[in-house]
């Protein structure tokens, strides 16, 4: 007998009227019980001048479209070609305009994991609510598939990845313009150089004190000593005045000291996370030498594709606005691609074996001879080294018939 489910599929309100508050009051609540507010009708058409993934010169593309980083469809498959058309046509549901849309094109492996050719990522707030966009998308390589889609998408806005001089002045110009700081780190570091910044510095008025008092070389480093461990240098025979002068010495210098390390811890975190951030990145061994012998490693993009994009909302001109209420999406982060040790030991013992192979379809032929499987062959071949042995000049010309 059939019996219907205890819990049903939950009926979402539609985002409209009253409704729309809920996103502003109970954010959370609001997204699991509300319609979305727009919906994204994406139809990817073509690509052209991809890179070629295969050692043949070609690829096996299909499409995948990404929504704050999770896979929402897939295209079908086109072999053996650069120029593919695949007119994937896929609706989604759009809450909050932050959404982020990743189109990443994928090469077809049948016997590893599939290699990616490229991606394009934009924001659906940039789109024009019920007004269609459609053109070709330069798709970025993958080595640009690092950090999280915001800074990525805020980076790519303002320079095309073809256009090296202008990325270059913009890295230079900004260094955390592709990959932000974190603000945490940021924020406490200026707040601690705010809270201890003064008219001027606090070192000097020390070094001059002491170089006034005219203390002896043990003195200086007794007071030295002091103050590295936080303590205040005890007067001796100086008198009450040069105590008091000494102790607001020894204050200012431990303030100057702490100011500078201080200022040399945030100098420190903000060259680990330059670094980190902004660390080049080092592809497989096999993508490099697919790139090198398709003559591909120098291009600055990996292609274009051709989209079109339409935002279908009510086109009420707040519903945005409560849109905006949603809670932000989160976006994964990804690490810089570094070559690891594991990856180092496999690509070269696939090298490894592949020479053994050829070294063994090469070495077939002398050791066949050399171990007398045909006699006649073997006589003859031992007699022909015996002659050129003797006769170089006339038995070297011969040689080419053994080729």
């Known amino acids: 007998q059939h019996r219907e489910p205890l819990l049903k599929e939950l009926v979402r309100d539609p985002f409209k009227g009253d409704y729309r508050a809920r996103a502003l009051r109970e954010p959370q609540r609001a997204l699991e019980t509300l319609e979305p507010y727009a919906r994204l009708r994406i139809d990817v058409v073509s690509a052209r001048r991809l890179l070629a993934r295969d050692l043949d010169g070609k690829s096996d593309p299909f499409a995948e479209v990404w929504v704050n980083d999770r896979l929402e469809g897939v295209s079908a498959r086109r072999v053996f070609t650069v120029s593919p058309t695949w007119n994937y046509h896929i609706v989604v549901d759009v809450f909050s305009p932050l959404t982020i849309v990743r189109i990443r094109v994928m090469d077809?492996?049948?016997?590893?994991?599939?290699?990616?050719?490229?991606?394009?990522?934009?924001?659906?707030?940039?789109?024009?609510?019920?007004?269609?966009?459609?053109?070709?998308?330069?798709?970025?390589?993958?080595?640009?598939?690092?950090?999280?889609?915001?800074a990525r998408v805020r980076g790519h806005s303002r320079v095309r990845d073809d256009d090296p001089a202008k990325h270059h002045n913009l890295l230079l110009a900004e260094p955390g313009a592709l990959q932000p700081a974190p603000p945490e780190r940021a924020s406490s570091a200026d707040a601690m150089l705010a809270d201890r910044a003064e008219p001027s510095s606090p070192v000097s008025p020390a070094m001059a004190s002491r170089g006034r008092t005219g203390r002896s070389s043990l003195a200086r480093c007794k007071t030295v000593m002091a103050l590295c461990r936080g303590q205040t240098p005890r007067p001796g025979?100086?008198?009450?005045?040069?105590?008091?002068?000494?102790?607001?010495?020894?204050?200012?210098?431990?303030?100057?000291?702490?100011?500078?390390?201080?200022?040399?811890?945030?100098?420190?975190?903000?060259?680990?996370?330059?670094?980190?951030?902004?660390?080049?990145?080092?592809?497989?061994?096999?993508?490099?030498?697919?790139?090198?012998?398709?003559?591909?490693?120098?291009?600055?993009?990996?292609?274009?594709?051709?989209?079109?994009?339409?935002?279908?909302?009510?086109?009420?001109?707040?519903?945005?606005?409560?849109?905006?209420?949603?809670?932000?999406?989160?976006?994964?982060?990804?690490?810089?691609?570094?070559?690891?040790?594991?990856?180092?030991?496999?690509?070269?013992?696939?090298?490894?074996?592949?020479?053994?192979?050829?070294?063994?379809?090469?070495?077939?032929?002398?050791?066949?001879?050399?171990?007398?499987?045909?006699?006649?062959?073997?006589?003859?071949?031992?007699?022909?080294?015996?002659?050129?042995?003797?006769?170089?000049?006339?038995?070297?010309?011969?040689?080419v018939l053994w080729i």
Not at 117 to 143: H, M
Not at 300 to 325: F, K
Not at 355 to 378: A, E, H, N
Request: glycine share 6%; net charge negative; hydrophobic share 40%.
């Open 108 to 150: 077809h492996d049948s016997l590893t994991k599939n290699d990616v050719i490229g991606f394009v990522e934009f924001r659906v707030a940039d789109l024009e609510p019920n007004e269609e966009v459609q053109g070709w998308f330069e798709l970025r390589r993958k080595r640009h598939l690092r950090g999280v889609a915001p």
């Open 237 to 399: 025979d100086a008198g009450e005045a040069e105590a008091e002068q000494g102790r607001r010495a020894s204050a200012q210098a431990h303030g100057g000291v702490e100011s500078m390390l201080e200022r040399m811890a945030a100098a420190g975190a903000g060259a680990a996370d330059t670094m980190r951030h902004h660390r080049h990145t080092i592809e497989t061994f096999f993508d490099k030498a697919k790139s090198i012998m398709n003559g591909e490693e120098s291009r600055p993009n990996a292609g274009e594709v051709l989209l079109h994009l339409r935002l279908e909302s009510s086109g009420a001109a707040d519903d945005e606005w409560y849109a905006y209420c949603f809670p932000r999406p989160s976006f994964e982060v990804f690490p810089s691609r570094i070559l690891s040790l594991e990856e180092l030991y496999r690509d070269f013992t696939e090298i490894k074996v592949m020479l053994l192979r050829s070294s063994q379809t090469f070495s077939c032929v002398p050791r066949y001879v050399v171990t007398w499987q045909c006699w006649p062959l073997s006589a003859f071949m031992l007699a022909w080294w015996w002659c050129l042995c003797i006769w170089p000049r006339q038995v070297v010309p011969t040689a």
